[in-house]
């Protein structure tokens, strides 16, 4: 019985300690962890490119055994990419996502990896631009003659009706 424990225990620290995490670091400082793969390379997924020039970071993320899902250690580095560019206020652009293949067996535990840039979150329109973009519209379908006098007061009433009670 003491064997047997001895034996689990040994296996538990084992498994235990092969998580690794990169945490964000900047690309140009830092290769691809599959690089360093002798046998067990990735497969590389182009999703962006960047036209912006900012500056480009990785971050890298592998299971502590074949048994985590792969797909719980490729969600795992994007949280951390999301939270890092969260802090400078911007929001994150993904341009390569690298994962693991299986079967995740000997060694080949489940890995990934992304390549991103932090960019400016886009603006959202405030409600009064909403409400012009739509007036604005629906005047040049008047004067386009699309619809009539009656039509456009209609439709008129119904948007200021919408922004007065949203």
């Known amino acids: ?7 689990l ?3 538990s620290l084992y498994t235990a300690g092969c998580a690794k995490d990169s945490g964000v670091v900047l690309a140009k400082d830092v290769n691809s962890f599959f690089d ?15 036209a912006t020039g900012s500056e480009q970071y990785r ?4 299971g502590a055994t074949g048994f985590v899902p792969l797909s719980m250690v490729r969600e795992e580095v994007e ?19 690298i994962k693991s293949v299986p079967p995740h067996i000997l060694g080949n535990w489940p890995r990934a990896e992304l390549l991103f840039v932090c960019i400016t979150k886009p603006s959202v329109p405030s409600f009064e631009v909403f409400f012009y973009i739509k007036l604005t519209n ?10 009539t006098k009656e ?12 922004k007065l009670n949203p």
Do not use: P, R, W
């Open 1 to 7: 019985m003491k064997i047997i424990f001895i034996l």
């Open 9 to 11: 225990t040994l296996a």
């Open 36 to 50: 360093s793969a002798v046998v067990y390379h990735g497969e590389v997924k182009i999703l962006a490119e960047d």
């Open 59 to 62: 971050v890298f993320h592998q």
């Open 79 to 97: 949280e951390q990419a999301k939270d890092f560019c969260e802090k400078t206020g911007k929001t994150i652009k993904i341009l390569q996502e």
């Open 138 to 147: 629906l005047k040049k379908l008047l004067d386009d003659g699309t619809i």
């Open 151 to 162: 039509e456009f007061e209609q439709q008129k009433a119904k948007i200021l009706n919408q």
